[in-house]
């Protein structure tokens, strides 16, 4: 994850009260409770508050992840030629593939990405309607020849974290540890690489436009040429995220706002480009099921706290978010405020 450079210092000239807060998590696995409650008492207060924290000591094998960013950028180093052949409209129920993403926000972003899968089933149809699934085929480069193997073993380990983040996030909530866990069982999960070049007009583009992500938690890996920028809970302040070397950032999604009453609020963020250098970003998007209907969990609603969203079909809000983009722009992309109890 490379070494701090000059974005990381200027970015150390921020006010220290900005910066987003960074959470050792090796106390979290300690035997000693104090330091495990401690965890989840930073945690809560960072999902309350900024919607956005750091992780160090996450368990993540760095050369794992070395391997993994090595594998990536030898891909977006090839001739676009050679990329163009892995696009995504040659099948667009294909979400796996190369191409560059918009999701959903009907913009176009300065960047190229390839999504890879954790996923094992993906929807049949672009139809927002229709939430069945099949098997999804992802397609994989050739080149290089450890890039699949290196994605993989890299979505696995997301995954391990998630599920860890997520028991975290559950007991900040005040619920047991795995109250969370059932909504994952067939997870809908995914990676994706970005590589945003370095933009001759920097102050007329972004490399990922002002949005939230659609699921639980994003875990984003970001390198030291920065840009990402979130807008905190608490105050609606645009923030950058300073860059930690070989930390995670993790990003609140739609689906813990829901899950907690409001408690938790998605992160609106964005990503800056620069006319200087390339920056690469790691997001994972750790998803619910398909078929997971969502809603407030009981236990957080009471007469005094009602709920403040309706039951709906995250299979059907996954899609509407996935398919409805600047090609379709007929279709109604669904976002959190539909499904909202305004009283
Ligand atoms: O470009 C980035 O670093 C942000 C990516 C992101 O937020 C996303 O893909 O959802
Ligand atoms: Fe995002």
Same mark, same amino acid.
């Given at each position: 994850?490379?070494?701090?450079?000059?974005?990381?210092?200027? =970015?150390?000239?921020? +006010?220290?009260? +900005?910066?987003?807060?960074?959470? +050792?998590?090796?106390?979290?696995?300690?035997?000693?409770?104090?330091?495990?409650?401690?965890?989840?008492?930073?945690?809560?207060?960072?999902?309350?508050?900024? &919607?956005?924290?750091?992780?160090?000591?996450?368990?993540?094998?760095?050369?794992?992840?070395?391997?993994?960013?090595?594998?990536?950028?030898?891909?977006?180093?090839?001739?676009?030629?050679?990329?163009?052949?892995?696009?995504?409209?040659?099948?667009? *129920?294909?979400?796996?593939?190369? &191409?560059?993403?918009?999701?959903?926000?009907?913009?176009?972003?300065?960047?190229?990405?390839?999504?890879? /899968?954790?996923?094992?089933?993906?929807?049949?149809?672009?139809?927002?309607?229709?939430?069945?699934?099949?098997?999804?085929?992802? =397609?994989?480069?050739?080149? /290089?020849?450890?890039?699949?193997?290196?994605?993989?073993?890299?979505?696995?380990?997301?995954?391990?974290?998630?599920?860890?983040?997520?028991?975290?996030? $559950?007991?900040?909530?005040? *619920?047991?540890?795995?109250?969370?866990?059932?909504?994952?069982?067939?997870? !809908?999960?995914?990676?994706?690489?970005?590589?945003?070049? /370095?933009? /001759?007009?920097? =102050?007329?583009?972004?490399?990922?436009?002002?949005? !939230? +992500?659609?699921?639980? #938690?994003?875990?984003?890996?970001?390198? %030291?040429?920065?840009? *990402?920028?979130?807008?905190? !809970?608490? %105050?609606?302040?645009?923030?950058?995220?300073?860059?930690?070397?070989?930390?995670?950032?993790?990003?609140?999604?739609?689906?813990?706002?829901?899950?907690?009453?409001?408690?938790?609020?998605? #992160?609106?963020?964005?990503?800056?480009?620069?006319?200087?250098?390339?920056?690469?970003?790691?997001?994972?998007?750790?998803?619910?099921? =398909?078929?997971?209907?969502?809603?407030?969990?009981?236990?957080?609603?009471?007469?005094?706290?009602?709920?403040?969203?309706?039951?709906? $079909?995250?299979?059907?809000?996954?899609?509407?978010?996935?398919?409805?983009?600047?090609?379709?722009?007929?279709?109604?992309? #669904?976002?959190?405020?539909?499904?909202?109890?305004?009283?």
């Amino acid at each position: 994850m490379g070494q701090y450079c000059d974005a990381a210092t200027m =970015q150390a000239t921020l +006010d220290g009260n +900005d910066y987003v807060p960074v959470i +050792d998590l090796s106390a979290s696995n300690s035997s000693d409770s104090n330091g495990a409650a401690g965890v989840v008492a930073e945690i809560g207060d960072a999902c309350e508050k900024w &919607g956005v924290f750091q992780v160090i000591n996450h368990g993540v094998p760095l050369e794992l992840h070395e391997r993994f960013e090595l594998a990536m950028k030898k891909f977006f180093a090839q001739p676009l030629v050679e990329k163009r052949k892995m696009r995504k409209d040659i099948d667009p *129920l294909n979400p796996y593939d190369y &191409g560059y993403e918009e999701f959903s926000k009907k913009v176009e972003d300065w960047k190229e990405v390839f999504d890879f /899968p954790l996923e094992k089933e993906m929807p049949v149809s672009c139809d927002t309607n229709n939430t069945q699934t099949r098997e999804a085929i992802p =397609q994989w480069p050739e080149y /290089p020849p450890e890039f699949r193997e290196a994605c993989e073993a890299y979505g696995r380990e997301m995954e391990k974290l998630s599920f860890r983040l997520l028991e975290l996030i $559950s007991m900040s909530l005040g *619920l047991p540890k795995q109250r969370l866990h059932g909504f994952f069982k067939d997870h !809908t999960s995914m990676g994706r690489l970005i590589h945003c070049p /370095p933009c /001759p007009t920097p =102050q007329l583009a972004l490399g990922t436009h002002a949005h !939230t +992500d659609v699921g639980a #938690l994003t875990i984003l890996s970001q390198d %030291d040429a920065g840009g *990402l920028e979130g807008q905190r !809970t608490i %105050d609606g302040k645009w923030l950058p995220v300073q860059f930690v070397p070989n930390a995670y950032v993790i990003n609140v999604g739609d689906m813990l706002e829901v899950w907690s009453n409001k408690k938790y609020v998605s #992160l609106v963020h964005r990503a800056k480009v620069n006319s200087e250098r390339e920056r690469f970003s790691i997001p994972f998007f750790f998803n619910p099921a =398909q078929y997971v209907t969502m809603e407030p969990i009981e236990e957080l609603t009471n007469e005094q706290t009602p709920a403040k969203y309706r039951a709906f $079909s995250w299979g059907k809000y996954y899609n509407s978010r996935k398919y409805g983009n600047f090609k379709n722009p007929d279709m109604q992309v #669904l976002r959190l405020k539909h499904f909202r109890v305004f009283d």
